[in-house]
């Protein structure tokens, strides 16, 4: 049966609040030294590693990789976090009402920010979903996560309501079992 392996980055050096979705914040050092030391004990030996190149995952990816030259690091833009365009750097509390409303009454559609409609960044995160033919990992963010989750249970989303609020905390991981 094969595996994939949902890792979160670690924790980033942003004030909490902030929209940050593809700003290319980095992450906590000590919290990325930590998270590299328990995922080396425990991946499979010879994985390939599928990484969003945003540096909060790469610098992961690159720590895991000084500690298990076993595993094979491959960079995949398709794993960046949902691009939320002029929201990005912006504390959630100064967007625009009228903005965030626009959003969730067209989810689907409406490019966030002028950034990315979640129907667009769903269809990014499938196409690499979709082409994965044996055990692997992600380190990826909690969007990617979440949308790897709904593409898992084939669930349809069609509006706001339909995403999932429960998010994987950063430095954690989740398994997902596929089909042989």
Known sequence: MKQLRLIRHPQVQIQTGICYGQLDVPSDLSCNAIQAQLLATTLPLGLTIYCSPLQR???????????????????DPNLQEMDFGQWEGKPWAEIPQHEIAAWTDNFLHY?????????????????????????????THAGVI??????HAKKIISQACDWPIEVISVGSHQTLEMGS
């Open 57 to 75: 995952c790469h610098h992961l990816a690159i720590t895991l990789l000084a500690l298990r030259n076993d595993l094979q690091i491959k960079l």
């Open 111 to 139: 490019p966030a920010g002028g950034g990315e409609s979640v129907s667009a960044f769903m269809a990014r995160v499938n196409q690499s979903y979709q082409n994965f033919t044996h055990s692997c990992a992600w380190i």
């Open 146 to 151: 979440r949308a790897s989750n709904l593409l």
